[in-house]
């Protein structure tokens, strides 16, 4: 296993609601990258932290927000939840940000 | 940003027979990695290519980088019960913001 983390595992939400996901990276890492997979689909990037800034975002609106803490751990806030937000959200940390990617098991959000 | 594109889509095999999945890019690659996704899991990072015409082996698995670092290939041979699932491939935009493939599901029937 990769060390990765990542709680709930799954989570039922309905249209509007706020949700926040968490990741824990692997010991050492310290650039955590978040994806959105929907079901039969690759995973889409949303964004990137390293050392506690945002380092890239993908085509994702605004609703889509997140945090870095000092311990490298983040967190994936959803606001106005809609219903194509059903999927499952992984978390990769790595040792920089140029460096392999290891995710973690996910998050099942589902949205009704 | 350009999306990767990877055929077949689906493959059902006997066990035993070979597999291979193609990824095709309209632009050249920088590098480009490949992960396996079991069912019901998550990516699991197998390879990075980053030489032009680069050929990497893993026991049964052989990753190839074409030669105008536009496509790539992953070959199992004598495929297992235990290589079913998603195989993507990935490109990188710049500090591991990966842009994945659409991804070949891999069947296989013992």
């Known amino acids: 296993e990769t060390g990765v983390t990542q709680s709930p595992t799954h989570l039922i939400k309905t249209r509007g609601q706020q949700v926040t996901l968490r990741c824990s990276s692997q010991?050492?890492?310290?650039?955590v990258s978040w994806y959105q997979q929907a079901l039969g689909q690759g995973p889409q990037f949303i964004f990137q932290y390293y050392r506690e800034e945002e380092n890239g975002r993908g085509n994702f609106p605004p609703r889509f927000s997140g945090l870095q803490f000092p311990n490298y751990s983040s967190e994936l806030n959803v606001n106005a939840l809609e219903l194509d937000d059903s999927a499952l959200y992984l978390c990769?940390?790595?040792?920089?940000?140029?460096?392999?990617?290891?995710f973690g098991p996910g998050t099942r959000l589902l949205v009704l | 940003g350009q999306q990767v594109m990877q055929i077949p889509q689906y493959q059902h095999v006997q066990e035993g027979e070979d597999f291979t999945t193609y990824c095709n890019s309209s632009?050249?690659?920088?590098?480009i990695q490949w992960y396996k996704q079991r069912p019901g899991g998550h990516p699991v990072f197998l390879i990075q290519?980053?030489?032009?015409?680069e050929v990497k082996k893993q026991k049964r698995l052989t990753f190839q980088f074409g030669e105008a670092k536009k496509n790539s290939s992953l070959h199992i041979t004598a495929t297992q019960t235990t290589d079913v699932g998603t195989y993507f491939c990935s490109r990188n935009t710049g500090f591991q913001k990966l842009v994945f493939g659409t991804g070949t599901r891999l069947l296989v029937s013992p």
């Open positions: 632009t050249t690659l920088s590098n």
């Open positions: 290519l980053v030489k032009s015409g």
């Open positions: 990769a940390s790595s040792s920089k940000p140029e460096e392999t990617q290891y």
């Open positions: 010991s050492g890492h310290n650039t």
